[in-house]
């Protein structure tokens, strides 16, 4: 157990349910943190699936590769079904992986719609792509607009609660800088396919699997580009090694502000994770001292730390002064 000492509150003493903008101002060396990009939601396992084993890997090296193959076919075989399982396999690595996602609206639907498609059901997979890219436009609009009520835009979108012209939403959240360029593509290649597959069309049965499958990988980009924990974006800290964190000047972005920061801990450089009761918990250093870091030297600090340094259990905490009493004891 690592012991540090210390005349004031630290993270362990300030309520973590409070809004994050309170919880921040209460932390006194909050300048030598940053929000920790992190996700527990993806699905790596169709990289895996469509991994070709070649002939000239070691024999270890294929028997493991084929084992990982056959565990995720019998998982796929438990939860979609022995019938025709070939094609359900070779639809789920069409789909790709679901991308590494902040928690937000689109979490629980889109894997709905891969779903669909695995099972060979291509008209609900495609008509709930496009339902689901439409529902993000819409929880984006008021989301984001109360920010921006001095804009040409706002007059276009304070007086609706949903849009189904596609355009309004991504033309305000594309003027806002709310929308990243990759994902304004992305959403205005979906509406064409969304007006051609929703409004009756006759050709449109000849191509359902293909649409849906189209329809599945453009949600995959916007949910990547818009909502991905992972990537070069404007808002993470460039050079981080293993961890993304965001820039301090994007935590007061209205879009990071409302998507990431409120699932993000809050950690300094000598961060590290234990488990406790059998899920995994962050741990840090109390107290990083007064001044603030540059995004820059944070990074430096982070990619240099000392692994004996990092704290991955809770610590003991020594408060001393008058302020703090003379109390001493493990973090809870």
């Not at 495609?126 to 804009?151: P, Q, Y």
């Amino acid at each position: 157990m690592k012991t540090f000492r210390t005349n004031r509150p630290t993270i362990y003493d300030i309520p973590q349910t409070l809004p994050p903008s309170d919880y921040t101002a209460r932390i006194p060396d909050a300048g030598r943190r940053r929000r920790l990009s992190f996700s527990w939601d993806f699905d790596t396992r169709a990289v895996t699936l469509g991994m070709k084993i070649e002939d000239d890997w070691e024999p270890h090296i294929k028997e493991m590769w084929q084992g990982n193959k056959d565990q995720i076919s019998k998982g796929l075989a438990i939860k979609f079904g022995v019938h025709a399982l070939d094609r359900k396999v070779e639809n789920f690595v069409a789909i790709d992986t679901k991308p590494m996602s902040i928690l937000a609206y689109h979490n629980e639907l889109y894997p709905q719609v891969r779903d669909a498609y695995v099972m060979g059901q291509y008209y609900p997979a495609l008509v709930g792509a496009c339902a689901l890219g439409e529902r993000i436009l819409n929880h984006l609009i008021l989301d984001m607009r109360s920010f921006f009520t001095a804009s040409p835009e706002y007059k276009q979108v304070y007086r609706k609660d949903s849009f189904d012209n596609w355009d309004v939403p991504i033309n305000a959240l594309e003027a806002w800088g709310i929308l990243l360029p990759g994902a304004v593509a992305e959403f205005r290649e979906l509406k064409l396919l969304r007006h051609r597959s929703l409004h009756f069309n006759v050709s449109t049965y000849d191509t359902l699997k293909e649409d849906a499958l189209a329809a599945i990988l453009h949600m995959r980009t916007i949910i990547d580009q818009q909502f991905g924990t992972f990537g070069l974006r404007p808002w993470f800290i460039e050079g981080t090694r293993g961890q993304i964190f965001i820039r301090k000047a994007y935590e007061e972005h209205p879009f990071i502000k409302t998507y990431f920061v409120p699932h993000c801990a809050l950690v300094g450089p000598l961060f590290g994770m234990g488990r406790i009761d059998g899920g995994m918990t962050i741990f840090d250093v109390p107290d990083y001292g007064d001044g603030d870091w540059t995004d820059e030297e944070f990074a430096t600090m982070f990619n240099d730390r000392d692994p004996d340094d990092v704290v991955t259990e809770p610590p003991e905490i020594l408060y001393v002064g008058k302020e703090m009493g003379q109390e001493a004891g493990p973090a809870s």
